[in-house]
């Protein structure tokens, strides 16, 4: 008898972890790296919301909370959703997770039956499709190239729908190109959705805060009100505020829905961590002004990085609309050998190498689900942003 379970099976390790974690050996054992593989902030929290966690602590505010999270911080988290997108939401309407991907497991788990599909456009966070397997549920994954500036268009996200199809997950902007849908995007795939009634939608927000160029940022029941009885909204405080350790994530949607992740997380960990809720209450209620200087800062890495990645031989890189991180083509480096000797068969044999002979940390397209291709990281500074691209430029003009 095994001891692990079958539906263990279905899943693998993060890859982006995999990577970070060979960079951080690499650089433990001498080795020169620079990592732009985490999808983390390097800003530091701000000064306001540590404060507001040493208050809570000092107050003794360090007890069990309802599992849906503090009446406080939801009721930051309505404020929240009104002032940014217009959509109105009642206490038992919201609710606060251990981060965004708890509330993503919870929704997948407390509603998927074996078989049911969720259509998950490509290239996409490496989470969602073993979210769903451990759920029993069946990811159908539709790629999405860089002809659409890979975004779901409403012609493939009809095929993709069958009877089965349970949800749709939404990522904008996206992990890992940065790709955002504008509002009229949003509009011509809600037409869509409303001739599927059975379909649910799921929207990760958690980048909405980082966009550039006047980019208008859209969820998609503020484009569509007619979804927004079917659709669960989720955001949280990890991109926004720098906020990756405190571990929040929150949503909105119908309370019946609600109702069933809070009876799930009632059995799973319960309410995340006061301190972490009531530092959250100053991130969603404090002073939003801190993120123009970081969005400007953000904006003007992804056009070093973009400029100078399509100065490389072999690499094409579209210019992203939001959150921190670039998608690029390598498909005029396939099959050719670098200096070392390693012949880039495919986008891992690319990254492993690119990591082996120049010390810089990428991650392969193949963990998106989406080939060919390797995702960068710009949240990192502009120093160590310029000397990696210009080790990429110096890998890619080695392949022979």
Same mark, same amino acid.
């Given at each position: ?11 693998? +390790? ?24 985490? /999808? ?38 309505? &404020? ?34 074996? /078989? ?6 490509? +290239? ?59 509002? &009229? ?65 929150? #949503? ?37 002004? !801190? ?25 094409? #890189? ?34 492993? &190498? ?13 963990? !998106?689900?989406?080939? /060919? ?15 990696? #691209? ?7 003009? /080695?392949?022979?």
């Amino acid at each position: 008898m095994s001891l692990t379970a079958e539906r263990l099976d279905r899943v693998s +390790p993060s890859q982006t972890i995999a990577i970070s974690s060979k960079a951080r050996a690499l650089k433990a054992a001498g080795r020169d790296i620079i990592s732009l593989s985490a /999808g983390e902030p390097d800003f530091d929290t701000p000064d306001n919301v540590k404060a507001a966690a040493i208050k809570a602590i000092q107050a003794g505010d360090t007890k069990y909370t309802d599992v849906s999270g503090t009446a406080a911080l939801r009721q930051a988290v309505i &404020a929240k959703f009104k002032r940014d997108s217009n959509l109105d939401y009642a206490p038992n309407e919201v609710m606060v997770s251990t981060g965004g991907k708890q509330v993503i497991f919870n929704a997948m788990l407390a509603t998927l039956n074996a /078989g049911d599909e969720v259509v998950i456009p490509a +290239p996409c966070w490496v989470s969602y499709p073993d979210i769903v397997a451990l759920a029993d549920g069946k990811p159908v994954i539709v790629p999405c190239g860089q002809n659409s500036g890979f975004k779901l268009t409403p012609a493939d996200l009809e095929a993709a729908i069958t009877p089965k199809t349970k949800w749709l997950i939404l990522n904008s902007p996206s992990n890992p190109t940065g790709a955002a849908y504008s509002a &009229a995007e949003l509009k011509a795939l809600s037409e869509v959705l409303l001739r599927h009634p059975n379909v649910w939608v799921m929207t990760d927000d958690i980048y909405e805060k980082l966009v550039y160029d006047d980019f208008e940022f859209a969820t998609i029941a503020q484009v569509e009100p007619a979804l927004k009885d079917r659709t669960l909204t989720m955001n949280g405080c990890s991109k926004a505020y720098a906020m990756t350790g405190w571990r929040i994530g929150f #949503c909105g949607g119908p309370a019946t829905l609600i109702k069933a992740l809070d009876k799930l997380q009632s059995q799973s960990t319960s309410n995340t961590s006061s301190i972490s809720q009531a530092a959250a209450v100053e991130a969603l209620n404090g002073p939003q002004d !801190f993120l123009k200087d970081w969005v400007a800062t953000y904006k003007a890495r992804r056009d070093l990085v973009v400029e100078m990645l399509n100065k490389a031989e072999g690499i094409h #890189c579209l210019t992203p609309e939001g959150a921190f991180y670039v998608f690029p083509s390598i498909a005029g480096c396939i099959g050719k050998t670098s200096r070392s000797g390693a012949v880039i068969t495919d986008d891992e044999a690319f990254v492993t &190498a690119l990591l082996d002979e120049e010390g810089v940390a990428t991650v392969h397209g193949t963990a !998106f689900m989406f080939p /060919g291709y390797f995702r960068i990281s710009y949240a990192t500074d502009t120093e160590s942003l310029t000397k990696a #691209c210009e080790r990429i430029q110096n890998f890619c003009a /080695g392949l022979k």
